[in-house]
């Protein structure tokens, strides 16, 4: 069950002008169930992405790296869940190879004009007859209102698909941002994350797109966090259709880029936050919160720290509130120079620690109660400094190991 | 259950000439338990202790340093478990400071010759009036046999006690080692494991004593994980009661200083590989062997990002040969330049990926048979060059869930 998610409503998503979407059934690894889709974009649009930064980068990825790279305009993307195609080399990167190429000759482009993206099981070889088999199918039923079927086609281990839309003013005129996301387990986005796409028919700049999609995914993907593992084929993929009536935005300092990058930031957070919310076993939202140091990356490792500790993820998940652990995890950070002798932490209004020990008005029924509720904030303070960062996480349950005992089977 | 560890027998355990122990149930925490053990050391022993990095360090492992450093020969170590006496500020220092004091006034001592010691739950005041009370029949009860009574008394969420023992000639002279660890979980220790205690009775220079306990800690507990939480207690020391009638140690490398260090390295790494065995919820005992890397460092990142994988640890639990999560984690450990077609992985004799790619000759029967061992050795070998490093883990079950959930109550 995931941790207060509402099922998105296909009447809820704007759709996208320029952007069509179709979704089948192609049996990638298991019959009866959406595991096909592309992504048509209209002549014009601007597309740039981030990728996991994981060594052992799927074959998708090094490909989408690849094709961003030629420059050629991107016209489509094809994505498939059931498996990932990485730890497949020469043959994986092939096997990507050949979808791209076939979805080009269906729609009269090159090869370089595909996003090709996979997501499932690793080292298994990729059944791409399969997907290439299905192309023209799901071709046929590309239409702007399949948001929701996207969503619903390119997921793994989420119990539900993720989607969101917003509509911003940008120089008087309405733009729509639509986003869907994908991902409850190996989450710990580095640049991405497992899979998230977005887009918009605002004009944008195509200079600017590179620098929208990483500032995008450092104030989302990049903030969140289920078991700290990181994907080999998380991706995050920002389109512009570039469709829209208004002027086309040359800065992101000026009123209008402001008005969207803020638009699509929000979408972007809810993305990325939904997928904590769906994580693996999850039964709690946590955001962890950290302030008062020397910069913010140093804020961001003890996010981390305690947002990864299986100790706290466990006790979020009995409603223990068995606080030392966070403090544990604070010390263990990798701040050198910390002292603990300057430290705070609050359960949300509950000031628990003061200045490194147990706060003398702490009462254990104050920790109990915030513990039980299904979103929590952890506040620690380093007193150090100015600098803050936050990251989304959640708890850590039975159904995470039942869900990656058996995953396979 | 643990996996594959023998209940230590008293009978095993060689008496170490100079070291006589007392355990009692103080009811530090919880009535009928064995909980408080004091170690009491003749005079003219050389003792040295590596502790945690964990900035935010216990009030005992504060004052095991500065007695450490104050240089007056340590003459007796007081144990409690119940409570770790972490996150507790000045008042914990206060607690432990007179637990030293009251062990010293009974044995005649100045307080800087005790070292304390605490484990259990983090950020509850230390009940240390119930520690001083127990102190005297503690005493009483002091008796050079009591190798395996002490390493009951020192246990918290471990199964079962952890003791080794062995004997060296040393100069023609037979010296004993004997050595006990505790712990289960929040196990990632960094210069030092959870408690870990050795003695013999070498006759071992004062001036090389700090070496001897630092060398001994990372070959043994410094490359453990349970959880990956580096604990706020960590402590390990080294006791050489220097009884034995050869001549005095004074180099590590000559003939002497290798008997002894071997004798002794071969009791701490079964001390620090017992507390994996009976790592919390543990199943399986995996050894992550990493060869072929510029440094010894990149292959311990690697190691440990396999280590503390928790999409790793729960395909170890369920015996599936789920092995792309291995590479996935390879990939992510940190080092910027690697190429993941250099790398090959093995289970066991079993070669399951050549060059970065599925190994074509790799059936998931040869895979699975390894997986259902209850010892697993993962070999990853990174084609970068000649270094290795070795890590020792335990799998991720519903066990650890169910303990860690429940801990407190």
Redesign the interface.
């Known amino acids: 069950m995931p941790v207060n998610l509402p099922l998105p409503q296909a009447a809820d998503l704007h759709p996208v002008p320029g952007v069509r979407i179709g979704v089948v059934e192609a049996g990638v690894r298991k019959a009866n169930r959406k595991d096909l889709t592309v992504v048509l974009v209209d002549e014009g649009a601007s597309v740039s992405g981030v990728f996991t930064?994981?060594?052992?980068?799927a074959a998708p990825v090094q490909v989408c790296r690849e094709h961003l790279a030629a420059g050629q305009g991107i016209r489509a993307m094809v994505i498939n869940t059931g498996n990932?195609n990485?730890?497949?080399?020469?043959?994986?990167l092939a096997r990507t190879r050949a979808s791209c190429e076939a979805l080009a000759a269906q729609l009269g482009c090159t090869p370089a004009q595909i996003l090709p993206f996979s997501t499932g099981?690793?080292?298994?070889?990729l059944p791409v007859d399969r997907i290439i088999a299905g192309l023209p199918v799901a071709i046929a039923d590309a239409k702007s209102d399949h948001w929701l079927k996207a969503a619903e086609g390119i997921m793994t281990t989420d119990t539900q698909p993720k989607a969101y839309s917003t509509q911003a003013k940008v120089g008087g005129v309405t733009v729509s941002v639509t986003g869907i996301s994908k991902g409850a387990?190996?989450i710990?986005p580095?640049m991405a994350t497992m899979l998230g796409f977005m887009a918009t028919d605002a004009r944008v700049a195509p200079g600017l797109m590179a620098q929208l999609a990483r500032d995008l995914a450092e104030g989302s993907f990049n903030r969140v966090t289920v078991?700290?593992?990181?994907?080999?084929n998380d991706s995050f993929v920002v389109i512009a259709t570039n469709k829209a009536a208004h002027a086309e935005i040359t800065s992101w300092d000026s009123a209008e880029g402001q008005a969207l990058k803020a638009a699509m930031l929000q979408v972007a957070r809810l993305c990325a936050q939904a997928i904590v919310r769906d994580g693996e076993g999850a039964t709690k939202f946590i955001t962890v919160q950290v302030e008062g140091g020397k910069t913010a990356e140093e804020c961001r490792l003890v996010a981390y720290a305690i947002a990864?500790?299986?100790?706290v993820k466990?006790?979020f998940?009995?409603s223990?509130p068995?606080?030392?652990?966070i403090?544990?995890?604070?010390?263990?950070a990798g701040?050198?120079d910390?002292?603990?002798?300057g430290?705070d932490l609050y359960l949300d209004d509950v000031h628990v620690?003061?200045?490194?020990?147990?706060n003398p008005a702490y009462r254990e029924e104050d920790g109990q109660r915030v513990m039980k509720q299904s979103e929590i904030t952890v506040r620690v303070l380093l007193g150090r400094g100015t600098a803050s960062d936050t990251v989304w996480t959640c708890d850590?349950?039975?159904d995470?190991?039942?869900i990656?005992?058996?995953?396979?089977?």
């Open positions: 930064q994981n060594r052992f980068c990932a990485a730890g497949t080399g020469e043959d994986g099981v690793i080292m298994e070889p387990g190996m710990r580095n078991d700290g593992d990181t994907s080999t990864h500790s299986p100790l466990t006790a998940f009995a223990d068995n606080l030392g652990r403090l544990a995890a604070v010390g263990y701040i050198a910390l002292d603990q002798t430290i620690a003061v200045k490194g020990g147990r850590f349950s039975h995470y190991v039942t990656n005992a058996d995953y396979r089977s």
